[in-house]
């Protein structure tokens, strides 16, 4: 089965930019969604298809895919971007989940 | 609005059934996929299994099939998953949420029902 791997955590300072890693095989061939989580609540849709935005996510979200990783990018890292992220594509007939990240804002 | 709300979870023995509903507003129910994903404890999410718009194909993740089964009633707009045969790994929050297959991502999600199997 596909398998989805990503850092446990990332930590950023407060105003800079965070980068979170999903890897798997070819994984540039696959359309990868991203999903921010605070806990205690739903996972919230943040980018969908490598790189687009939902209606109201903010600029600063971004994402990018291409070989073997794909990537969520937070610019300007604020209080309230810390969550966990998971990325997710869909295989063999399945959705398959990403490990999960948690992003700390220092 | 889109809204998912989940309902039905509590506290079941080992071997014991529950019935999870999802009731759906703010969109036109009958015109899409939808899928239960569940996160177990302090874990990641995880897919269950999604039912298209007419009910007529159903698919599940390897480890519930045969005990669980996903439902709709679309003139109620609502959503099941009858879980039978129970386990202790089956312990999670279980999320509604709103998806096609394909290369399509879960773009609204209810806020979840806990489901914690024990003795």
């Known amino acids: 089965s596909y398998e989805l791997t990503q850092p446990l955590s990332v930590s950023v300072a407060l105003g800079q930019t965070a980068r979170i890693t999903c890897g798997g095989n070819?994984?540039?061939?696959?359309?990868v969604h991203w999903y921010q989580q605070k806990p205690g609540q739903a996972p919230v849709l943040v980018i969908y298809r490598d790189s687009n935005r939902p209606s109201g996510i903010p600029e600063r979200f971004s994402g990018s895919n291409s070989g073997n990783t794909a990537t969520l990018t937070i610019s300007r890292a604020q209080a309230g971007d810390e969550a966990d992220y998971y990325c997710q594509v869909w295989d063999s007939s399945a959705y398959v989940f990403g490990t999960g990240t948690k992003v700390t804002v220092l | 609005e889109v809204q998912l709300v989940e309902s039905g979870g509590g506290l079941v023995q080992p071997g014991g059934s529950l019935r999870l509903s999802c009731a759906a507003s703010?969109?036109?129910?009958?015109?899409?996929?939808m899928s239960w994903v569940r996160q177990a404890p302090g874990k990641g999410l995880e897919w269950v299994a999604n039912?298209?718009?007419?009910?007529?194909?159903?698919y599940y993740v390897d480890s519930v099939k045969g005990r669980f089964t996903i439902s709709r009633d679309n003139a109620k707009n609502s959503l099941y998953l009858q879980m039978n045969s129970l386990r202790a790994e089956d312990t999670a929050v279980y999320y509604c949420?709103?998806?096609?297959?394909?290369?399509?991502?879960?773009?609204?999600w209810g806020q979840g029902t806990l489901v914690t199997v024990s003795s």
């Open positions: 039912i298209k718009q007419d009910g007529s194909e159903k």
């Open positions: 070819n994984i540039g061939s696959k359309n």
């Open positions: 949420a709103r998806t096609s297959p394909g290369d399509y991502p879960f773009d609204y």
């Open positions: 703010g969109f036109t129910f009958s015109s899409y996929w």
